[in-house]
């Protein structure tokens, strides 16, 4: 996130897309009008999630990706970053200092897709609406420090915060703050299906088999307003079970992109045997991975036992044994891309050591070998996901301090068993809302967070987490956000393994690629072409 103020410059430097690597001169696939983008994000809805799109509800990088091509926002990040511009809005801004009066005031002539008045009330009733129903996904905590939402007449809109906070314009940013139909949606209740009724750029139509989303057509909405510019009509996101399957259609031209979750195996033969009219393109990513635990679990519930843990845990080895070139290795929660990032579990733990763990453990009258199954999901980040917590479950194993084994489950399965605390520990992916530091603390340690976790430390939720809100310098917040890593890293609520970069491949008629995916991870299909820039 980088706010007028923000300029944080570890992260200016990912900025720019990278070209890897590039085939020959050959076309595209020419299926007429619509681009088609391949991914391995798998769109379900299930007895657990049945309202997969409600952006009351809806908390993960692939769904936003569709929310953000039907549901618009007030404000939205640019093009290359930097902080939020008008959208919906013609303008938005704080009108005092303390950071806790945020208005905006809507474009003339706003419609939804149906053609129906966009107004300052659907404003009002789809932010209260997301704080009303509270889902237990974790999307609400965004929003939760608003106080009372006034309205005046049909155009204006004014937040009042409980207390100050300088992020506000990007947590509005978000499809959790999306623009819905008053007509089209509950006030109290999620809507279920695939259904989504906005005033974006595009309107959607899932295509569905099985309870599950095959592929999600995107046509231009002919009643936008707003400050996005299309570069195309029709763009289909197409879902695919493996890396493999949706490589082989990029290939015989049935797609012309394919983006995340590509397997660190494609990227490695892309880069160094390129494919005629294939393109393969590093673009800026700030994902990072993690175990969490539930610290209610007896098995976990000793710190000692997740400090161990943390003492044993090769980063550098799991990261280049399953992830090679696409993968560092991150010893805090927040990336050391970004300018508040400290290696706190480094200098706390050091270099893997088992003599260090076995000390924790003795000390705290733990007794070896400690007996732990660690969950994943095994269709939601990428087929190195199962490899990663095999290597983990060596690692442990092998100091012979724990009796480790490992369990995957379908994210559809796996999702709803993590928030309802039914694993110990488990793994987890976050791609960030927005690029501030904030964004990878406060999903982790604040109240109704994304883990839904037991852990509280009053320290970070009273003090910490709101003094670093206050600075519109961000870089006047870093000593709040040290202190919130070296808690982390002392009571390993979390244990950060590593952090990521992102790609995509193409084929070569298609532009706009290298703006189509930012680095939150979000996709952005409108900026997609066919032919020469």
Known sequence: MNRKTLVLPAVLGLLAPVLVACGGAQGGSGRGDAIVVGTTDQFTATEDDSAPFDPAFAYDTGVWNVLRQTVQTLVHVPRGGGRPVPEAASQCGFTDRASERY?????????????GPVTAEDVKFSIQRVLDIKADNGAAALLANID???????????????????????????PVAGILSREKYDAKK????????????????AEVDGGRVAKAVFTRNPHYKGDIKLHNDKVELRSFTDADAMGKALEAGDIDMMTRTMSPEQIKSLSEKPKEGIELREVPGLEIRYLGFNTKDASVQDKAVRQAMAAVVDRGEIAGKVYGSTATPLYSLIPSSIAAHTNSFFNKY???????????????????????KL?????????????EFEALRDQLNATKLFDVTVQGAEWSTFRPAQKRGEYAVYGLGWFPDFPDPDNYIAPFLDADNFLNTPYVNSAARSR?????RRSADRNAASSAFEQLQDIVAT???????????????????????????????????????RGIA
């Open 103 to 115: 208005k905006c005031t809507l474009r003339d002539g706003l419609r939804f897709a149906d053609g």
């Open 148 to 174: 009372t939402i006034e309205t005046k007449g049909d155009t204006e809109v004014v937040f009042h915060l409980k207390s100050p906070d300088a992020t506000f314009p990007y947590k509005l940013s978000t």
């Open 190 to 205: 999620l809507r279920d299906g695939f259904e989504i009724d906005g005033s974006g750029p595009y309107t959607m139509k």
């Open 350 to 372: 050091g270099e893997p050591s088992t003599k260090k763990a076995a000390d924790t453990l003795r000390a705290a009258g733990i007794t070896t070998p400690v007996k732990l």
């Open 375 to 387: 969950h994943y999901t095994s269709d939601h980040y990428g087929p190195g996901t199962s490899k």
């Open 464 to 468: 910490l987490i709101p003094l670093s």
């Open 491 to 529: 009571d390993v609520p979390v244990l950060p393994l590593w952090q990521g970069k992102q790609y995509v491949a193409h084929r070569e008629d298609l532009n706009g690629v290298e703006w189509a995916l930012n680095i939150s991870s979000d996709l952005m299909l409108w900026e997609l072409g």
